[in-house]
């Protein structure tokens, strides 16, 4: 089940016309602080507006219409819900990026350990293990490309591949890194879109807590796709002791694996 949150009183329109220019019959006010059910898979983004399915009828004309962007905002319950939650908390944002910052050995390129270490406080179980691939040694929690295969291979997420289609709590993947073909470049948790513009979003990352990003080309790597995980996970929050004893651990195997995640995140 997903809800909308109605922040700023608005309209619900049969189409995604300025609410001035509508007749009345094409329009229905809706008041700020409502919170309305939507179908999540009807989301679309439509220039400023998004357009979706209610759950239940606003009268007179029915359950699908258009809402202005930035007087709502959206939010999937679930998991995503929780995950968006835990990233957006202060202290558990800095928590979680010095244990991404202790795997990694500095503060330079921990995007992924940062990723994997809030799925492991969710029950996401990513392994800090090293796999084989195309004959390199590639450690999960700390380059893009294993870690995208594991997810793929172990929680079954459904690939977004439309940057307007987005999900909070959805794992991002940009385009891949230069001369790594293959690497993407970077790996973010979306929150949501700048108001009245798709092509930006809020984001968290290691890079900092919530901060804008643009989602197509510019100083930064373009959005390529993302991952969004649909299953049920028990969130758990480990021991601190026990977290970082187990990356300290595994840490000196994984240094030796450093040098090409070294050589990219944007």
Not at 165 to 194: M, N, Q
Not at 238 to 266: D, W
Request: proline content about 6%; glycine content about 6%.
């Amino acid at each position: 089940m997903a809800q909308l949150h109605v922040i700023g009183t608005t309209f619900f329109k049969k189409t995604n016309v300025q609410s001035n220019r509508l007749p009345a019959n094409e329009k229905v006010a809706v008041n700020a602080g409502e919170t309305l059910k939507y179908n999540p898979d009807s989301l679309k983004v439509v220039g400023e507006h998004y357009l979706v399915e209610l759950l239940e009828q606003i009268a007179p004309w029915g359950t699908t219409g258009y809402f202005y962007s930035p007087h709502v905002q959206l939010e999937v319950s679930g998991f995503a819900n929780r995950l968006v939650r835990k990233v957006l908390s202060n202290d558990e944002y800095w928590d979680i990026l010095r244990i991404a910052e202790r795997i990694r050995g500095g503060t330079d390129n921990t995007c992924v350990a940062f990723a994997s270490e809030v799925l492991r406080r969710m029950g996401v179980p990513v392994p800090i293990e090293n796999v084989q691939i195309n004959g390199e040694t590639l450690n999960i929690s700390l380059v893009t490309l294993p870690f995208k295969i594991w997810l793929e291979q172990n929680v079954s997420p459904r690939r977004i591949n439309d940057a307007n289609k987005l999900r909070p709590g959805d794992i991002c993947f940009s385009t891949d890194a230069p001369k790594f073909p293959g690497f993407p470049a970077h790996v973010y948790f979306f929150i949501e879109y700048y108001p009245g513009n798709t092509r930006a979003a809020y984001v968290v990352d290691n890079q900092g807590p919530k901060h804008q990003r643009n989602l197509g080309n510019g100083l930064k790597s373009p959005f390529a796709f993302a991952l969004r995980l649909e299953n049920q996970f028990e969130e758990i929050y480990a021991p601190q002791e026990l977290v970082e004893k187990s990356f300290l651990e595994a840490s000196e195997t994984l240094r030796e694996q450093l040098m090409l995640n070294q050589a990219f995140e944007q």
